[in-house]
């Protein structure tokens, strides 16, 4: 069986066009961030960093589980830990590997590009 479906009918045309453009978008979005490894690059030192901030709050008596609102302070700090360092790690590997003057291009005129009244590339 065929994994994606091709027609030939020109009412479907408009429809394809847009679901092609749509995943050209998220392709060419990933590569100016320097492709996967931004995104697992952010994600490893992010999953760190929060494992590490909860250890050192499970030594101060923090519990993770069961949730209540008392703890909320806690799961913020872990959830900001993620955070920061997510961005950071992405941030390396985008400054490294990607091109942050495309991926802002790309960010800003989504809806132009994916209607097709914008360029694909920045225009300097």
């Not at 453009?21 to 030192?45: C, D, F, H, M, P």
């Not at 992010?46 to 008392?70: D, E, I, R, W």
């Not at 806690?74 to 955070?83: D, E, R, S, V």
Request: charged fraction near 15%; glycine fraction near 12%.
């Amino acid at each position: 069986m065929q994994d994606n479906y091709v027609s030939l009918n020109p009412a479907n045309t408009i429809a394809e066009e847009r679901a092609i453009r749509s995943r050209l978008y998220a392709q060419r979005l990933l590569e100016a961030q320097g492709g996967a490894s931004a995104v697992i690059v952010g994600a490893q030192w992010g999953l760190t960093a929060s494992v590490l901030t909860y250890s050192s709050m499970q030594n101060s008596g923090f519990a993770f589980l069961p949730f209540t609102m008392k703890r909320s302070q806690g799961y913020a700090k872990i959830g900001g830990a993620f955070l920061a360092f997510y961005m950071l790690g992405h941030g390396y590997v985008m400054g490294r590997f990607g091109d942050r003057r495309q991926f802002n291009h790309l960010y800003l005129n989504k809806s132009g590009i994916l209607a097709g009244t914008t360029a694909w590339d920045r225009q300097d």
